[in-house]
T-cell receptor, first 113, second 108 residues
């Protein structure tokens, strides 16, 4: 049982490049989330999904896209990377509204130069 | 989600109880109080949650005031490994919004 797995752990992008941050969970959780965390700040919700085929915007969705074709996977896409997207990205999952708390991945540290 | 207010930072001596306060005066009747912590640059870790009653688990205790406007997370015997940022969140467990939290430093 691996929990929530994020890849890559580190990445450097040039301005204007695109990339996909991968997130997969093996706990059959319905809810999945993407957060970003800037240095010294709390986490901001980017996108979330309540199940396969359903996604919705969080607090800071601009510049990102997501898809949820399976229960296990919730990739985050950056189309035109900008320096403002330099951050640590965390993926999380939750079994359902009656569950205790989120399970977080270990994060992806992204630098845009 | 309810707005929460936490001190920016706190210190605690190793082996002593760490008491972390949180104000959530705008919390609605059916919103829970959740606590997470984030050690260094790891992903946040769920600690405990409660609605009205005090709660205890293997990690911590949660004391919620009768009017539900504030709560205290208690780590009964803090260790150096408890040094982390602690987040108090008022809301529903499928929509967690994290603030800046309290940076707890446990000192030897």
């Amino acid at each position: 049982n691996a929990g929530v797995t994020q890849t890559p752990k580190f990445r450097i992008l040039k301005i204007g490049q695109s990339m996909t941050l991968q997130c997969t969970q093996d706990m059959n959780h319905n809810y999945m989330y993407w957060y970003r965390q800037d240095p010294g700040m709390g986490l901001k919700l980017i996108y979330y999904s309540v199940g396969a085929g359903i996604t919705d915007k969080g607090e800071v969705p601009n510049g990102y896209n997501v898809s949820r074709s399976t229960t296990e996977d919730f990739p985050l896409r950056l189309e035109l990377a900008a320096p403002s997207q330099t951050s640590v990205y965390f993926c999380a999952s939750l079994q359902g509204t009656g569950a205790l708390g989120y399970t977080f991945g270990s994060g992806t540290r992204l630098t845009v130069v | 989600d309810a707005k929460t207010t936490q001190p920016t930072s706190m210190d605690c001596a190793e082996g002593r109880a760490a008491n972390l306060p949180c104000n959530h005066s705008t919390i609605s009747g059916n919103e829970y109080v959740y606590w997470y912590r984030q050690i260094h640059s790891q992903g946040p870790q769920y600690i405990i949650h409660g609605l009205k009653n005090n709660e205890t688990n293997e990690m911590a205790s949660l004391i919620i005031t009768e009017d539900r406007k504030s709560s205290t997370l208690i780590l009964p015997h803090a260790t150096l490994r408890d040094t982390a940022v602690y987040y108090c969140i008022g809301g529903y467990n499928n929509d967690m919004r994290f603030g800046a939290g309290t940076r707890l430093t446990v000192k030897p």
